[in-house]
């Protein structure tokens, strides 16, 4: 079945450098979209970056990540990590020909030492 | 403003006792879902609404039921629960289905 892979459950980067959570997937899917969701503590998930280009790099809030079919990935990266970055981060793909509901994978919690 | 609402922020539940939980936008999404999220398991998707079409996951069908009595609201009611039922409730809203989904903070549930 559809599935979206974090490797990573817990991350932990010091301030200043650089930073890379890892998502990889499998999809039976034809029209995809891909989403990096960022939960604060006590606050509800909100979309960090989406993509449904080909190789096509996307960037917000510091973050980039390049949708890669070739090799089923769409892995999340900053070069300099701020404490404010500590948070929970999902990877999830979406149908975009059918329900779009969201395949997640089971998130990366990311902390950011000082 | 994107803002998606849920009540109650907690619940403490009964084994054997009904749920019921809200949801509530202002964006006028066509689409509502509701996920389920356990501990180090991924957000799973429960069921979802677009417009007054309800699409149960087939895993959850005799789980979950809900209700959307008009675009803003959608609850997700639970008729016996059971301790499996224990979980992260997590409610989001689309416009037309095929966008991003925007989240509620979730109801933590605790059945005991």
Request: charged share 15%; proline share 4%; aromatic share 12%.
């Amino acid at each position: 079945g559809d599935s979206v892979t974090q490797t990573e459950g817990l991350v932990t980067v010091t301030e200043g450098l650089p930073v890379k959570l890892n998502c990889t997937y499998q999809t039976t899917y034809l029209t995809i979209a891909f989403f990096w969701y960022v939960q604060y503590l006590n606050e509800a998930p909100q979309v960090l970056l989406k993509s449904s280009t080909d190789n096509k790099r996307t960037e917000h809030q510091g973050f980039h990540a390049t949708l890669h079919k070739s090799s089923s990935s769409f892995h999340l990266q900053k070069s300099s990590a701020q404490l404010s970055d500590s948070a929970l981060y999902y990877c999830a793909l979406s149908d975009r020909g059918g329900s779009a509901k969201l395949i997640f994978g089971e998130g990366t919690k990311l902390t950011v030492s000082s | 403003d994107t803002t998606v609402k849920q009540n109650p922020r907690y619940k403490l539940a009964r084994v054997g006792k009904p749920v019921n939980l809200i949801c509530s936008q202002t964006m006028n999404h066509d689409t509502m879902y509701w996920y389920q999220k356990k501990p180090n398991q991924a957000p799973k998707l429960l069921l979802f609404y677009y417009d007054k079409i309800l699409n149960r996951e087939a895993d959850t069908f005799e789980k979950f039921q809900s209700s959307r009595p008009n675009n803003s609201f959608c609850s997700l009611y639970i008729g016996s629960a059971g301790l499996e039922y224990s979980a992260m409730y997590l409610c989001a809203s689309s416009p037309g289905g095929l966008d991003t989904q925007y989240f509620g903070p979730g109801t933590r549930l605790l059945v005991l």
